[in-house]
Structure formats: structure tokens, C-alpha cells
């Protein structure tokens, strides 16, 4: 699903047909901060905040002629981490003009998020914060 309507999305339940409906592929409920039926309701939660920031970055009066908002499917995953009871994310923004894996929250890995291209075993980025992780999609996808 393109980030454009996942946003639009925001004002529906949390549930886990909404998680899986925005993109999230499967998550781990042994960890203890993704338990139960928290979630899905957490996921969407941290999917709907990068998507705020990255609106807030492309600006309300670019929204429509920007590709990253318009043409990038996002798919994601919250898989279990080396570290017991813990568990990071992978979230996949696929376009035509490139294909970008992040992992966030891994155990040892030197930053919150590491960007690759998809499918490379090498970071090309590390974001220490969402904020660079943002500035990075729209450098390379707007």
C-alpha cells in the first residue's frame, strides 16, 4: 500500500486487519513490548508517526506531486532480535526508482535505524534518529 493511503487510513481502529492491510507482513507477540493484542495497534502507531513526518517534511502544498507520497509501496515486519525478548523492525519502501530496506531498533547494530538497498547486506546509511531516517526517504524517493 502507497504511503498516501496508508495516512488516510489513520483514523480507523488499530486492529490486526489494519496492521496487515497498511503492510505489516507479521510481528512477534513474545516480546514484551509487543504483546497480546497491543500489537497491531502499536505497529500502526509507529507506521502513522514516520508517515506524519515525512507529510510534515514534503509540506502540505507538495503532497501531490511528490513520489514518494504517491508511488512508494510500503511493506513491514517486526521480527524477533538476537537479544531474547526483544524484537526490531523491518519496514521495504519499493518504487521504480529504488528499493530501500530499514531496520530499526536492532540490538548492536550503532544507530536506530539502518538503511540499505534492498536485498544488499551492507548499510548504506545510518539514521540516529526518525528524523534523519525521513530526511533520507525524501533525498532519494521524492
Known amino acids: ?3 498516501k493511503e496508508i495516512y488516510e487510513l489513520r483514523k480507523e481502529k488499530a486492529t490486526e486487519e489494519l496492521a496487515k492491510k497498511i503492510g505489516w ?4 507477540s513474545l516480546s ?3 504483546s497480546g493484542d497491543d500489537a497491531p495497534a502499536k505497529l500502526v502507531h ?3 508517526l514516520l508517515l506524519a513526518d515525512i507529510r510534515k517534511h ?3 502544498d507538495n503532497l501531490e506531486k511528490s513520489y514518494l507520497w504517491n508511488q512508494v509501496d510500503f511493506r513491514a515486519a517486526n521480527l524477533r532480535d538476537r537479544e531474547y525478548g526483544k524484537t526490531f523492525n523491518r519496514m ?3 518504487s521504480a526508482r529504488g528499493n530501500y530496506t530499514v531496520i530499526s531498533n536492532m540490538t548492536g547494530s550503532g544507530a536506530k535505524h539502518l538503511i540499505f538497498y ?3 547486506p ?3 546509511r545510518k539514521a540516529s534518529n526518525q528524523k534523519a531516517l525521513t530526511e533520507f526517504l525524501i533525498e532519494n524517493l521524492l
Open 92 to 94: 521495504l519502501f519499493l
Open 1 to 3: 500500500m502507497i504511503l
Open 46 to 48: 509507529t507506521t502513522l
Open 58 to 60: 514534503i509540506g502540505k
Open 25 to 28: 507482513e507479521k510481528w512477534v
Open 118 to 120: 534492498r536485498n544488499r
Open 32 to 34: 514484551p513490548e509487543f
Open 122 to 124: 551492507t548499510p548504506i
